[in-house]
C-alpha cells in the first residue's frame, strides 16, 4: 500500500543545481509493437518504428529535470557528431528538457571516425524487450572526462545535491566518478543497468555508494546470488551493505522491489495503475531511479520516496518509449490510488 502522505509538495519548482549524473548519451532505434521477439537466425515483419533519445544515464537526467524543472541537472558525457544527426537527438532531449549540457563533449565525427552511442530495442506487444546497445564514442568517456567536470560535482556539492550514474560506460570512469563524489562528500545513487559479464566491479565499491538499484540479474551478477525470493534478496543486499553500500533497492518487475537498508527490510509492492493497453520496459527502471532521486531532493524520507518511484516506474511502463513522467501526472496517480485504497 502507498503511504498516505501526500505529495503536494511541488517539484518543478526547483531552479538550483542540484544533481549531476554521468553516463551513456545515444540515440534509441526503436521497433514497437512487435508480435514476438525472434529467436537466432528468424525473421519478423511488422512493428513501427520510432527514433529517439536513449542512453540510461541520459534518460534518468531527462526525466529528473521532468520533475525538478530546468535548470536543477546536469549531464556529463561524451558523443560524436555524426554525419546523420544521430548525435542531435538526445542533446536536443537534454537541452529541450533543461539540462544542463555545458560537460558533454561533443567530438567531431571527421576525427574520431566514432558514431554516437546507439541502441537497436525490439518491443513486443506485452511490452517484452531486446535491447542491443552499440557504444561508439561512450567507450572513449574516460577518467579524465570527469576530472575536467570537476567544476559542476563542485556547483551540487554546494547546493546539497547528489551524483547519478548507471553502468552505460567504461568501468574506470563509473570508478572515478564514485570516487570524485566521495572526495567531495556527495552522496551517489547507482544504477547497475548497463553492466557487462565478465568484468570484476569490485572497485566500484571502494568508496561509500548511498543507495544501489538492481534488477534481480544485476543483483546476481554483482553478489553472485540467484535473486528469486525475499531471502535470496536478503542475502544479496547484505552482500552490498557489507561493501559498503548504505541502502539497497532490488526491482522485480511485475512483482515489485525489495528495499533494504540497516534497519531491515520492506517488500513494495506494485501499485495498481490502470493499464491503457500500452506496454513497454523501456526505462521503467530509469523512470524509476530519477523519481527516487527527485523525491529525496524534495524532502521525502527515503522509504516515501522508493514508494513514489515504484509508481512512477509503473507509469512508465504504460508508455512506448521513452516519455517522461511529470510531477502532476505523479501527483494524480497517486492521489487516484490512495483514494481507491481509503
Known sequence: MLNGETIHRVMNTTKALQVVVVGGIGTDVTGLELDRLVGPGELEFGGNLKIGAGGKSRNIAQMLATLLGPGSVAMVGKTSRDPFGLWNVPISALQNAGVNVNYVKILEFAETGKFPQVALIAVDKNGRNQIYVIPGINNDFSPTDIAEAREIFESVKAAGGIAV?????PLAT???????ADQLELRVLLDPGGIRSGLDYSAL??????LIKPNEHEAH????????????ARKAAHVFMERGVQNVLITLGADGALFFDRTGDRPIPLPLVESNGTHDETGCGDQTMATLCARLLCGDDLSLAVERAILAGTMQFNRLGIVPVSAAELEQQFELIWTSQT
Do not use: H, Q, R, W
Open 165 to 169: 550514474l548507471s553502468l552505460e560506460l
Open 221 to 232: 551478477m554483482l553478489t553472485g546470488i540467484e535473486v528469486k525470493d525475499l531471502n535470496s
Open 174 to 180: 563509473a570508478v572515478a566518478t564514485v570516487a570524485l
Open 205 to 210: 565499491f571502494a568508496c561509500p555508494i548511498y
